[in-house]
């Protein structure tokens, strides 16, 4: 792209074929190289060897994230140009490994990280033929019992839920959602005990909070109203702990977004969860300020008029009191905050 983001040098249709054609031939060779190696390993018990093993199956998995990336750039410029290459070359490739399963986890990986692209990028069309396939891959690499412990075959299965969650049908998720919830849930509770600094796997817990708000808190939510109260309560709550979201800047701005909409609307009580939105709206503002893109000027302006807000109908002493409790960069963050409303 050019610095206005505008993509340059787009390939032609024939030329993007051609190119994806190529690209996946060999990602079939090393596809297969790994399923051998993998099928070797089961039967080499010396730790040096196995050590041997590993060491190519890594070198693999770099040259095959390369290969896949290539082809998401090629459908991220293409969009919906792309489906009828999704459909002449991705599908039969990639299609089989998300209903009938792989032994090789990287391959499982690159299937859901190009199905993933297609639902986000390439249209309400794309996303309503794919989404049905996209679930199952989504749905096995959520269990733990078929992931191998894969946090990468994890993060992108999460990350799988909120794009089917915001442009697929809602029927996609209709049966499966009451099973998806709570995993998303256990996986997103980490959040609400510890600091961001503690926390292993921080993308991963906070894509799990932000399809936890997509799937069920949001006005465009499918699944608003299908949850029941107390499981909703119990999202809201775990959604709130993880805010401000930072590892993946277009989920944090769409869920600072909704985190706006949520308060605007009532379903976050301001003045009863006022230590808390003191410190979630500061610390965006402050990680904006800091030139970090988690949110757009219209949310930093929802922001502001919410801080407005609870300074013109909330308690002095209990904002006073609250806003101590602020890190000295969150009290900056609203300081900008008001500011703008000058």
Do not use: W
């Not at 190289?33 to 018990?45: A, G, V």
């Amino acid at each position: 792209t050019d610095e206005s983001g505008m993509h340059m040098a787009l390939l032609t249709q024939h030329e993007a074929t051609q190119f994806t054609s190529r690209l996946l031939k060999v990602i079939g060779l090393s596809f297969k190289r790994r399923s051998d190696i993998i099928s070797s390993m089961s039967c080499i018990f010396d730790a040096d060897q196995r050590a041997e093993y590993e060491d190519s199956l890594s070198a693999e998995a770099e040259f095959l994230t390369n290969l896949i990336d290539s082809i998401g750039y090629n459908l991220k410029c293409q969009k919906e140009a792309f489906v009828p290459i999704f459909e002449e070359c991705i599908l039969p490739a990639f299609g089989p490994i998300l209903t009938h399963g792989t032994n090789d986890p990287r391959a499982r990986f690159g299937a859901l990280c190009l199905f993933c692209d297609c639902v986000e990028h390439c249209g309400p069309e794309a996303a309503e033929r794919y989404s049905v396939l996209l679930s199952k891959g989504v749905i096995q690499g959520l269990n733990d019992e078929i992931n191998g412990g894969e946090i990468e075959l994890k993060e992108v299965s999460v990350y799988g839920v909120s794009q089917i969650a915001r442009h697929a049908p809602k029927e996609t998720f209709s049966i499966e959602v009451g099973k998806i919830a709570p995993q998303l849930l256990s996986i997103a509770k980490e959040g609400e005990s510890k600091t961001k600094d503690e926390i292993e796997n921080l993308r991963l817990v906070e894509n799990s909070a932000s399809a936890l708000a997509t799937l069920s808190l949001f006005q465009n939510s499918p699944f608003s109203r299908n949850i029941d109260g107390a499981q909703k309560a119990a999202i809201l709550h775990t959604f709130m702990l993880n805010l401000p979201l930072s590892e993946d800047e277009d989920e944090a701005k769409f869920c600072h977004e909704g985190f706006c909409e949520l308060v605007e609307h009532g379903e976050i009580d301001m003045f009863a969860n006022l230590d808390l939105l003191l410190k979630i709206a500061g610390q965006i503002a402050a990680a904006v300020a800091e030139k970090e893109d988690v949110a757009t000027k219209e949310t930093c302006s929802r922001l502001a008029a919410i801080i407005t807000t609870l300074q013109e109908q909330g308690n002095d002493m209990a904002l006073q009191q609250a806003y101590a409790k602020l890190s000295p960069g969150a009290q900056g963050g609203l300081s900008m905050l008001l500011g703008m409303q000058k």
